[in-house]
């Protein structure tokens, strides 16, 4: 009787010996393993000082990163690309605009005409192709090959010169 109880004493002793042997090496190493992802995640949330400036989210990692993802660089740039398009296509048929109206007043063979009426017909006369500085005379203006001269509510002398 003695002897089975002092058998179970001695397995119970190995089994806390592979117990301490195996458990708690791994528990160690469990629990750093924790610590570093604890460390890792605070240091990432240190390192956000900045957020995406296309969609907002916060940015992790190198402090001079402007995108939180590829797709966010790629789809800014789109934009910022479609943008200087759209602005460019919106003078560019002010422009034409222009052309067409003053080719309009040159075919009508009208050499002055009140700005206001010309504005009425979508004229813009802040877009221009050419300006060309004159000493004490009206400054004259270019729309492509058309020329005119202009005063506060008139343009006048418009015509077409081919080599300007
Ligand atoms: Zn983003």
Not at 127 to 138: A, D, F, L, N
């Amino acid at each position: 009787m003695f002897f089975i109880y002092f058998r179970k004493i001695v397995i119970q002793i190995k089994n806390i010996n592979i117990f301490r042997k195996n458990f708690i090496p791994f528990a160690i190493v469990a629990c750093r393993l924790h610590l570093c992802r604890i460390m890792r995640t605070e240091a990432l949330a240190e390192e956000t000082q900045s957020n995406c400036i296309y969609c907002g989210a916060p940015i992790y990692g190198r402090t001079d990163k402007k995108f939180c993802s590829l797709a966010c660089k790629n789809l800014y740039h789109y934009k910022q690309v479609e943008k200087s398009v759209n602005i460019r296509n919106r003078i560019i048929t002010s422009l034409n605009v222009n052309y067409r109206i003053l080719e309009k007043i040159i075919d009508a063979s009208v050499a002055s005409v009140e700005l206001r009426v010309l504005e009425d017909m979508g004229f813009k006369p802040s877009y221009i192709t050419g300006i060309r500085r004159t000493r004490g005379r009206y400054d004259e203006y270019a729309c492509f090959d058309i020329r005119y001269c202009q005063t506060a509510n008139r343009l006048f002398n418009i015509r077409k010169c081919p080599d300007f």
